[in-house]
């Protein structure tokens, strides 16, 4: 692992909904949500962000919600990308570079295999920086 440093520019994140999340107990026990449970998860209206993000989800897991899926989080980051520029609910501050640059990332965020790759999108150049290296042994 290492040390990094982020630029938040203030800005605080608290997750509040751990309701589809997947977790190892110390144990090494894995408590998860099988989300083929949920009704009406999967068939949402067509073209909305979030149910899209749970179908994509369901294709990359096969259904299996017990396993470890870093590409889910990734498709949780293009929700957000695809939120951000949606025309219900448009970023009113963004400038028209911005939102062309929000869309060139959401065209390759799509192939990214786990957010480690997402953070080192030019998107976020200059944002976040190594502050020190942890050696592997």
């Known amino acids: 692992g290492s040390t990094i440093r982020v630029c938040t520019e203030g800005v605080m994140v ?8 997947r977790l190892q107990t110390p144990g090494s026990d ?4 099988d989300l ?17 993000a749970y179908r994509r989800m369901r294709k990359l897991t096969g ?7 870093p590409g889910t989080n990734v498709l ?12 219900d609910k448009p970023v009113p501050a963004a400038t ?5 640059r929000l869309r060139e990332f959401k065209s ?3 192939g990214y295999r786990c ?11 200059g944002l976040w920086t190594v502050v020190q290296e942890t050696s592997q042994a």
Do not use: N
């Open 14 to 21: 608290r997750l509040i909904d751990f309701t589809a999340s």
């Open 30 to 33: 894995v408590a998860f949500c």
């Open 36 to 52: 083929e449970l949920e009704d009406g998860l999967f068939d949402g209206p067509k073209g909305k962000p979030q149910f899209e």
């Open 63 to 69: 259904g299996d919600w017990s396993g470890s899926y």
């Open 76 to 87: 949780w980051v293009l929700y957000l990308a695809e939120l951000l520029l949606s025309t």
């Open 96 to 100: 028209a570079a911005q939102k062309r």
């Open 108 to 110: 390759r965020v799509t």
């Open 115 to 125: 957010c480690a790759e997402v953070v080192c999108d030019e998107l976020f150049a």
